[in-house]
């Protein structure tokens, strides 16, 4: 694709945001990526973006600790980028060569505009939070208390096409309150803003939103400076479900398709990393300075205990995973999910698109399903749980 092309492309994606693994852990262990030396097969440095949540931990660890060399892609220090529009642009245009990318925004990049993306694995699971004002209630009827918290006032996201604003419809749907956009809520009503991760905990200190929906660490900077509390972790209403995926362009893959290969094989090993390291790593992640937050916050969002008043305890909501396949059943059930959910823009492309075909044209697991055959392990089976 020309660069001409892929600026025009850029330009329409714009104005439309503007109007608009394994299965378990334990399964990876054994795919290590094969060595291949420092070097690289791009014949360059592999350039890196990412937000600066905790849901990038795996892309930053393969950089940080060599593992993308190791694999065959020297990479160069991850950009930061603040807002999900201005990393989907970088994608789009060139600037870097992977991200990690909404799910919902590389759906809607992909078949509203014919973006020339693939995700090409899961780069975490879970890690999401709905923190709103004040402490924690100390009572056992946690979802009421969110409820009356809630009715008439504001409620951030991060982006319109985001697993957060998804869940958070479906959460307040079930409260008995009705999402609104563009319009001030009534009594039963909650309205719903874009702002950007950055801004929500000082949003929240200062009344402007009543409460937000994003990705940790932003969480747990909110609890430790006593602005707000954890009311909802996102993984106890939809067990397991992938906020990002990790996202190439395609012509990435025609034309190098052993560094794709590297790349994922290194996320994998950085997956793995993380499960046995996850203490280190937020000293890592922060004193390196990847993420700006303090270390007591990524800590907390990298080790939280179980909420006593958690839906599901079973699903260990709390605990952001490290999964790599990105399943059919996944993608299928976003799409369906997202054709009930209200966003500020264009969602026409939703309708009469095939779940089963959207995650074909999406997702290319090819790279993922190397790194099983080559450890001997069968691709994972799962089974979506999505609540509340």
């Known amino acids: 694709m020309r660069r001409r092309d892929i600026l025009a492309l850029a330009g329409r994606l ?8 394994l299965g378990g852990y334990g399964a990876w262990r054994s795919v290590a990526p094969p060595q291949q030396g420092a070097g690289s097969l791009l014949g360059r440095p592999l350039r890196v973006g990412y937000l600066p949540i905790t849901d990038a931990s795996a892309l930053l660890i393969a950089h940080e ?33 992977v991200v990690h990318m909404l799910m919902p925004m590389a759906l809607q990049f992909r078949f509203a505009a014919s973006a020339p993306i693939r995700v090409i694995a899961w780069g975490h699971t879970n890690g999401s939070c709905m923190v709103t004002a004040g402490s924690e209630p100390s009572t056992g009827a946690h979802p009421q208390a969110q409820a009356a918290g809630l009715a008439g006032g504001r409620l951030a996201v991060p982006y319109w096409w985001s697993i957060h604003s998804v869940i958070t419809q479906r959460l307040l749907g079930s409260w008995g309150l009705r999402p609104v956009i563009g319009t001030t809520a009534g009594p039963q009503e909650v309205e719903l803003v874009v702002m950007p991760p950055a801004e929500m905990v000082s949003g929240l200190a200062s009344g402007a939103i009543a409460g937000f929906t994003v990705a940790d660490p932003f969480g747990a900077v909110a609890e430790i400076q006593g602005v707000g509390h954890v009311s909802r972790l996102l993984g106890d209403v939809w067990r397991d479900h992938a906020c990002c995926g990790l996202v190439v362009r395609q012509d990435l893959i025609d034309s190098s398709p052993r560094a794709v290969q590297a790349v994922v094989d290194g996320l994998i090993a950085a997956q793995a990393w993380l499960e046995d390291n996850r203490g280190r790593a937020a000293s890592v992640l922060t004193s390196a300075g990847y993420l700006p937050q303090a270390r007591p916050a990524v800590e907390r969002a990298l080790e939280r205990p179980a909420p006593a008043w ?18 059919e059943s996944y993608t299928t059930t976003l799409v369906d999910l997202l054709g009930q959910t209200a966003v500020d823009g264009d969602r026409s492309f939703l309708e009469g698109l095939d779940p089963a075909r959207a995650h074909r044209e999406l997702v290319d697991d090819a790279f993922v399903r190397a790194a099983l055959e080559r450890a001997g392990t069968p691709v994972p089976h799962r089974t979506e749980e999505v609540g509340p």
Do not use: K, M, N, T
């Not at 714009?14 to 693994?21: C, K, M, P, T, W």
């Not at 190791?70 to 994608?91: N, T």
């Open 65 to 97: 600790r060599g593992l993308w060399a190791a694999a065959g892609v020297a990479s160069a220090p991850p950009v930061l980028f603040r807002s999900w529009d201005a990393l989907g642009q970088a994608i789009l245009v060139g600037e870097v060569d």
């Open 14 to 21: 714009g104005s439309a945001s503007a109007v608009v693994a």
């Open 310 to 327: 958690a839906g599901h305890p079973d699903w260990h909501g709390q605990r952001l995973g490290f999964s790599a396949f990105p399943h």
